[in-house]
């Protein structure tokens, strides 16, 4: 669910209708801003933390 407050960041790699938007309020939100849908994949702070550093360093998860 879409929370009103909630200001949505577009990815600057985001071309051609491929888009990436991210909120962060408490927790990280990620969604397709292409679809109807309202939905969005909540992430921790230290999980998103994580995967943005993952993908700086070009390294695997782990």
């Not at 938007?21 to 992430?43: I, K, L, Q």
Request: glycine share 6%; proline share 6%.
């Amino acid at each position: 669910m879409i929370r009103p407050s909630e200001h949505w960041k577009k990815s600057s790699y985001s071309e051609g209708g491929a888009c990436v938007e991210v909120a962060w309020r408490g927790t990280v939100r990620v969604r397709d801003s292409t679809r109807s849908s309202p939905a969005a994949v909540e992430f921790s702070a230290p999980v998103w933390r994580c995967f943005v550093a993952t993908l700086r360093t070009g390294s695997s998860l782990p």
